[in-house]
């Protein structure tokens, strides 16, 4: 089966930067999802990259490389708020199956 | 306003005593999926369709069915619920050529 790798946990302290990074089989994935979930809370949708490079949207970018197998969720000017899980998830094809990294849990320290 | 709704938000049953958890959107959204979320292990598709009388099988899909008899209805149904099916679970739709999935709030489930 095709796995995607991610950190469990990460921390990092507010107004800083912190890249979560993961990995999956290349033989992998039409495109890469972010997702966001607060404690508690259903996940909500942060990027989608079907190209390799970086997109930016406000103070989250992601990072696609396809040859590599690895992408990134860059977040800036960290904010309390963002004490979250965030999590990696694969699409092989365009069909609704996706599969789900395990997520990485950022604790943000004022 | 657009969005995702499940119910019941929380249930707590026996083992064995048959249960539906609906799902409804009102996005006009051809995808819809069923996931499962466990500690240390992330959320798990169940099953997902991609229209209207077409499912198929998640990564999980052992214990469960479901029906798309309806665009907007994707009821997930546990005919014998056993204990190892206590979870947070997450319905979830999108279009057919969007990206992003929409998530209804959850429902957590305790089988006794």
């Known amino acids: 089966g095709q796995n995607i790798d991610q950190p469990t946990e990460m921390t990092a302290t507010e107004g800083a930067i912190v890249q979560i990074n993961c990995t999956y089989q290349?033989?992998?994935?039409?495109?890469l999802f972010w997702y966001q979930q607060h404690a508690g809370e259903a996940p909500t949708f942060l990027s989608y990259n079907v190209l390799d490079g970086l997109e930016e949207k406000g103070r989250f970018s992601s990072f696609l490389s396809r040859s590599k197998g690895y992408s990134y969720l860059l977040l800036k000017e960290l904010q309390m708020k963002d004490s979250a899980s965030y999590l990696c998830a694969g699409e092989p094809n365009r069909d609704d199956k996706i599969i789900f990294g395990k997520g990485t849990r950022l604790h943000i320290l004022p | 306003e657009a969005q995702v709704t499940q119910n019941p938000r929380y249930l707590i049953t026996v083992t064995g005593k048959k249960l539906t958890v609906t799902c409804s959107q009102n996005m006009n959204h051809e995808y819809m999926s069923w996931y499962r979320q466990d500690p240390g292990l992330g959320l798990r598709q169940i099953y997902y369709s991609m229209n209207v009388e077409v499912t198929d099988k998640g990564d999980v899909p052992e214990g469960y069915k479901v029906s798309r008899k309806e665009k907007r209805n994707f009821p997930l149904i546990l005919e014998s619920p056993s204990p190892n099916q206590t979870s947070l679970y997450f319905c979830?739709?999108?279009?057919?050529?969007?990206?992003?999935?929409?998530f209804g709030p959850g429902t957590r489930l305790t089988v006794l």
């Open positions: 979830a739709s999108r279009g057919g050529g969007d990206n992003e999935q929409f």
């Open positions: 290349t033989s992998g994935f039409n495109g």
